[in-house]
C-alpha cells in the first residue's frame, strides 16, 4: 500500500507546530478534512510557507504517518488574496471555515462541501462596499447547512406541516422559529387548540420572525444571493427601508451553534466589528 497520496485541498485552520512547523486542517474534496504537517513552514525561506497560509487551495502530495499525515509538496492552484485585505471579508470567511470543520467528514469524499465553500469565498471577495455582509453569510450558512442534511424547515411548520407564507397586511403577524424542532411554527397553533382536551405541546420558540424576515429567509435556498427588492412588496420599500440581514445572519447562527452543539469563536470578531464593516 503506498505510503504517499495526492489530492487537492484548501487550508481552513493553521497553528505553529513544534520549532518550525505548522499544522494545518484542509478540506479536500476526495478525503475530507485531513490534518497534516507543514514541515519548516514558519521558516521565513521556507517554500511551503505561504502555501500554507489560510485559503490557499494546492495541489499536494502527501505522507502517511502513524498519528498526523505530512504534506512533502504543494502547487498552488488558487487563492483569496482580496479576503486579507477586508477585516470583515476576513471575519466572515474565518467563522465559514470554522462551520465547515464542524460539518465536514474525515476520510471521506466531501466533493459538495468542497465546493460550495469555495464558492462563497468566491462571492464574498467579490462583494462590493454597498452590500451587506451579513447577507452573503446568511445565505452562506443556510447552503452549508442544508448539503451537511440539518437545514432548517423555512417553508411549512415543524408541527402541522402546513405551509406558512408571510402575512404582509397583518403588521402583528409572525411565526416562530424552534431550533429544537428544527425550523418554523405556526403561532396561531395555541389559539386553535385552547378548547381542545389533548392540545399540541409547542416546542420552545427561540425566536420570532415578521413578514419580511421570514421572506427572505425563504429565499435565501437560492442560487445567488436574493435582491430585497425583487422578492418583497413594494409597499414596505421606502426610504427608511432596512434590510434586516443581521437578524436573519442571526437567526442561523444561533441554530447552527445550536444543532452542532458549539460556539463559533470568530463570530466575536465579526460582533465587535463596527456596522458599517458589514
Known sequence: MSRTYQTTGIILKGIPFQEADRLVTLLSPDYGLIRAIVPGARKQKSRLRGRSELFVINE????????????????????????????GKLAAAQYLAELVLNLALDDLPQVEVYELFNEHLRRLEKMSLAESLYG??????????????????????????????????????????????????????????????????????????????????????????????????????????????????????NYAEYQLGRSFRSVTLIDSLPTAEF
Open 136 to 253: 452573503y453569510l446568511a445565505q452562506a450558512v443556510f447552503h452549508l447547512l442544508a448539503i451537511a442534511g440539518i437545514g432548517p424547515q423555512v417553508h411549512r411548520c415543524c408541527v402541522t406541516q402546513e405551509e406558512l407564507n408571510p402575512n404582509f397586511h397583518d403588521p402583528s403577524w409572525c411565526v416562530g422559529f424552534s431550533f429544537d424542532a428544527g425550523g418554523l411554527i405556526n403561532l396561531r397553533i395555541r389559539d386553535k387548540e385552547k378548547n381542545n382536551t389533548n392540545p399540541i405541546v409547542l416546542p420552545i420558540i427561540n425566536q420570532r420572525l415578521k413578514a419580511t424576515e421570514l421572506t427572505i429567509l425563504q429565499h435565501l435556498n437560492e442560487s445567488s444571493l436574493p435582491h430585497p427588492y425583487k422578492i418583497l412588496p413594494a409597499t414596505i420599500l421606502d426610504s427608511d427601508f432596512i434590510v434586516p440581514w443581521l437578524k436573519v445572519e442571526h437567526l442561523l447562527r
Open 60 to 87: 499536494l502530495l502527501i505522507a502517511k504517518g502513524r498519528s498526523l499525515d505530512k504534506i512533502t509538496q504543494a502547487n498552488t492552484l488558487e487563492s483569496y488574496p482580496g479576503l486579507s485585505k477586508d477585516l
